[in-house]
């Protein structure tokens, strides 16, 4: 194996880490600004099936008045 082969391979692997590392510190940030932007206790991570469905009567209502 040359030296170039082995630097090759050394700097791919630094750059994948490197972004793994770039996408989960995007990650935290995005989870930071949560937090500090959030009005109340909602968030955009918890589980949505524990949160009501909308209320949808007023597009019913409005969809039985056009026919």
């Known amino acids: 194996m040359s030296l170039y082969t082995i630097v090759f391979v050394f700097v791919t692997l630094l750059i ?3 972004l793994a590392l770039f996408g989960l ?3 935290k940030i ?3 600004v ?3 932007d959030r009005v109340g206790k909602e968030s955009i ?3 949505e ?3 009501n469905p909308p209320n949808n ?3 019913n209502s ?3 008045t056009k026919k």
Request: hydrophobic content about 30%; cysteine-free; glycine content about 4%.
């Open 57 to 59: 009567k007023n597009q």
């Open 62 to 64: 409005n969809s039985a």
């Open 45 to 47: 991570y918890k589980n």
């Open 16 to 18: 994948i880490i490197g």
């Open 49 to 51: 099936s524990k949160t």
């Open 34 to 36: 949560d937090k500090r």
């Open 25 to 27: 510190l995007i990650a």
């Open 30 to 32: 995005d989870r930071w």
